[in-house]
């Protein structure tokens, strides 16, 4: 918006010469003149100055010493005194600046940041009903009621702020965790939950904070084997079963286990290159139209980069257009070999990308054996991974303990940690 401004007012770039072209500048400090994009050169310094402050420059210049050139002229007073006698060129400045006007009455851009469990599209849906959205008059949206009405109709925003810059309404938004009520968190508070295994293996350490565990270090365990139940049994004086209490199981349990890795990939693959010929198109979108600048080429093997871009004027000023750039690049294929070097490095990044995936999730690679050979015209990778695992699957606690023990509605133990 600064940079539209400057361009109405007119502003020049010139540059300085002379006995003390430092000191003019300070000058121009004192005098609360503004210079930008000051750069030094072999005799003295280039930089823009605005063109109402050219004019009350020459006391200046006179004090120091110095001289000053006109390198360029920039902005609309000079384009009209350059076309003041083309009566059109105003008309068509005339109509711009209207359009312009007249677009900047209306949003073209809804923007939405916090949001996770509530998408985008089901928010921009919801404004679409009330009348918000794209090409709604800004001046019939009041903040402070959609704030209000975002709120009512999606109960996990604890948090909405709105607020209209340029063109485009700027909403953020905050979710309470995991996006539930409270009412369903109260309810998920009570419900009780083992801990199984998701991995077949031996514990390696297990430390709990909640529930009763039912291994120890250096069991066997198999795939949903209960680690930790979310029943806690309660003694009487005389040691016998007096009650039972149910709670969400909470332990941090590590099962060293055994993971086998298979991949497979193509011995051969395509290889394009570039022969150096290259085309561009253009295509601009509003709302349902396009225009297309510039044909698909016909003959020959190209590869399409699309890149979609919106029409904005500054930061915030959105016009309801977007424009894609499109680059056709002309190549040529052939059917080429992986050598051994390259089938190696292959097989090692897909291995390090599957490695990097299972510790995303929780799985630290120890070791791995992993061996490559060939299928037909197929590179076969196959092995084994020793990983250490942590569990993090739960079920509910079984419905027949629930059934057969009376249930106590007091706090929840933990249970004893195991090392």
């Given at each position: 918006?600064?940079?539209?401004?400057?361009?109405?007012?007119?502003y020049?770039y010139v540059?300085?010469?002379g006995?003390s072209?430092?000191r003019f500048?300070n000058?121009c400090?004192?005098m609360?003149?503004?210079l930008?994009?000051?750069m030094p050169?072999e005799?003295?310094?280039?930089f823009?100055?605005?063109?109402?402050?050219?004019?009350?420059?020459?006391?200046?210049?006179?004090?120091?010493?110095?001289q000053?050139?006109?390198?360029?002229?920039?902005?609309?007073?000079?384009?009209?005194?350059?076309?003041?006698?083309?009566?059109?060129?105003?008309v068509?400045?005339?109509?711009?600046?209207f359009?312009l006007y007249?677009?900047?009455?209306?949003?073209?851009?809804?923007?939405i940041?916090?949001?996770s469990y509530?998408?985008?599209?089901t928010i921009?849906d919801?404004l679409?009903e009330n009348?918000?959205g794209?090409?709604?008059?800004?001046?019939?949206?009041n903040?402070?009621?959609?704030?209000n009405?975002?709120?009512?109709e999606?109960?996990?925003?604890?948090w909405?702020?709105?607020?209209i810059?340029?063109t485009?309404?700027y909403?953020v938004?905050?979710?309470?965790?995991?996006g539930s009520?409270d009412?369903?968190?109260d309810?998920d508070?009570?419900?009780?939950?083992d801990?199984?295994?998701?991995?077949?293996?031996?514990?390696?350490?297990?430390?709990?904070?909640?529930g009763?565990p039912l291994?120890?270090?250096?069991?066997?365990v198999e795939e949903?084997?209960?680690?930790?139940s979310?029943?806690?049994e309660?003694?009487d004086?005389?040691g016998?079963?007096?009650?039972?209490?149910?709670?969400?199981?909470?332990?941090?349990v590590?099962?060293?286990?055994?993971i086998?890795?298979?991949?497979?990939?193509?011995?051969?693959?395509?290889?394009?290159?570039?022969?150096?010929e290259?085309?561009?198109?253009?295509?601009f979108?509003?709302n349902?139209?396009?225009?297309n600048?510039?044909?698909?080429?016909?003959?020959g093997?190209?590869?399409?980069?699309n890149?979609?871009n919106?029409?904005?004027i500054?930061?915030?000023?959105?016009?309801?257009?977007?424009?894609?750039?499109?680059?056709?690049?002309?190549?040529e294929?052939?059917?080429?070999q992986y050598?051994?070097?390259?089938?190696?490095?292959?097989a090692?990044?897909h291995?390090e990308?599957?490695c990097e995936?299972?510790?995303k999730?929780?799985v630290?690679i120890?070791?791995?054996?992993v061996?490559?050979?060939?299928?037909?015209?197929?590179i076969?990778?196959?092995?084994?991974l020793?990983?250490?695992a942590?569990?993090?699957?739960?079920?509910?606690?079984a419905?027949?303990n629930l059934r057969e023990?009376p249930?106590?509605?007091g706090?929840?133990?933990?249970?004893?940690?195991?090392?």
């Open positions: 918006m600064l940079k539209l401004i400057k361009f109405f007012r007119g020049l540059q300085i010469t006995y072209p430092e500048l000058l400090t004192g609360d003149i503004v930008w994009g000051i050169e005799d003295g310094y280039s823009y100055i605005s063109r109402a402050a050219f004019g009350i420059i020459a006391p200046a210049l006179e004090k120091t010493g110095t000053i050139s006109v390198i360029r002229k920039i902005g609309l007073p000079f384009l009209a005194q350059k076309y003041r006698k083309h009566g059109f060129f105003f068509g400045i005339f109509c711009a600046a359009l007249f677009l900047s009455l209306f949003l073209w851009k809804v923007e940041e916090g949001n509530y998408s985008t599209q921009l919801c679409e009348g918000v794209y090409a709604s008059l800004k001046a019939g949206i903040c402070k009621e959609l704030q009405l975002l709120r009512k999606f109960t996990d925003l604890t909405v702020s709105t607020k810059e340029g485009r309404l909403i938004v905050q979710e309470r965790l995991n009520t009412e369903e968190k309810s508070d009570t419900e009780a939950t801990l199984v295994a998701s991995h077949a293996g031996t514990v390696e350490s297990i430390v709990v904070r909640s009763t291994v120890a270090a250096g069991d066997a949903g084997d209960i680690l930790v979310g029943a806690i309660v003694m004086d005389s016998e079963t007096a009650s039972w209490r149910f709670v969400q199981s909470d332990a941090d590590q099962i060293r286990t055994t086998f890795y298979e991949d497979e990939f193509p011995l051969n693959y395509e290889e394009k290159t570039l022969n150096g290259v085309k561009y198109g253009v295509t979108y509003f349902e139209y396009e225009l600048l510039g044909k698909a080429p016909g003959e093997e190209f590869l399409e980069i890149k979609v919106p029409v904005v500054g930061s915030d000023f959105y016009l309801p257009f977007q424009m894609e750039k499109k680059t056709w690049l002309e190549y294929s052939g059917e080429k050598t051994e070097e390259e089938i190696q490095t292959l090692q990044e291995l990308q599957y995936n299972l510790e999730n929780g630290q120890l070791s791995n054996s061996m490559i050979g060939r299928s037909g015209e197929n076969l990778v196959s092995g084994e020793e990983a250490l942590a569990q993090s699957t739960y079920q509910k606690t419905s027949e023990q249930q106590d509605s706090d929840a133990e933990a249970g004893e940690s195991v090392e």
